[in-house]
T-cell receptor
């Protein structure tokens, strides 16, 4: 099992460029999440999905879009990147948030927007 | 509003000693859960321990234990017999039924273990 994988691991964008981050999991999890991590602020939820074809907004959704066309994949898009989106992005998945099922995290994507 | 508070930005601990990391939370939801995750310098997030609001006993996982004081709304992580490999950032996180079970993280505590 690869667990949760993220592509790419690093990326540098110029302001206004677009990109898509790919998250894939092979654990048949229903729930998938995208977080961003900034220094001193912990992780903040951007968007999440409770199953194939569903998405919902998290704490900081502005400037991002997501899609979950396949159960195993969760895509995060930046349509017009801004320097404020410079961050480390983590994808996570879980079987169910109930009963203490942990979230499994990917290795992260370090994004710099110039 | 910040629901999870970790008041210790950084801590030093001597190898083989125990260390307690503080976590307080704010919720009126009777159904919630608390997680601790470890993030080493390599960046990955590692699940350590979970405590549910209805659990009668404090959770334990090897050298990790959770000191759950429900009335005080605190869920402190205790790491016993610290090892050099315990040097990392530690995050407390909460899920609440009233928040669709989304995970909310604290700002984290950096632990440095000294030889």
């Amino acid at each position: 099992n690869a667990g949760v994988t993220q592509t790419p691991k690093f990326r540098v964008l110029k302001t206004g460029q677009s990109m898509t981050l790919l998250c894939a999991q092979d654990m048949n999890h229903e729930y998938m999440y995208w977080y961003r991590q900034d220094p001193g602020m912990g992780l903040r939820l951007i968007h999440y999905s409770v199953g194939e074809g569903t998405t919902a907004k998290g704490e900081v959704p502005d400037g991002y879009n997501v899609s979950r066309l396949k159960k195993q994949n969760f895509l995060l898009g930046l349509e017009s990147a801004a320097p404020s989106q410079t961050s480390v992005y983590f994808c996570a998945s879980s079987y169910s948030p109930l009963a203490g099922n942990e979230q499994f995290f990917g290795p992260g994507t370090r994004l710099t927007v110039l | 509003a910040q629901k999870i508070t970790q008041t210790q930005p950084g801590m030093f601990v001597q190898e083989k000693e125990a260390v307690t990391l503080d976590c307080t939370y704010d919720t009126s939801d009777p159904s919630y859960g608390l997680f601790w995750y470890k993030q080493p310098s390599s960046g990955e997030m590692i699940f350590l321990i979970y405590q549910g609001s209805y659990d009668q006993q404090n959770a334990t996982e090897g050298r990790y234990s959770l000191n759950f004081q429900k009335a005080r709304k605190s869920a402190n992580l205790v790491i016993s017999a610290s090892q050099l490999g315990d040097s990392a950032m530690y995050f407390c996180a909460m899920i609440r039924r009233s928040n669709d079970y989304k995970l909310s993280f604290g700002a984290g505590t950096t632990v440095t273990v000294r030889a």
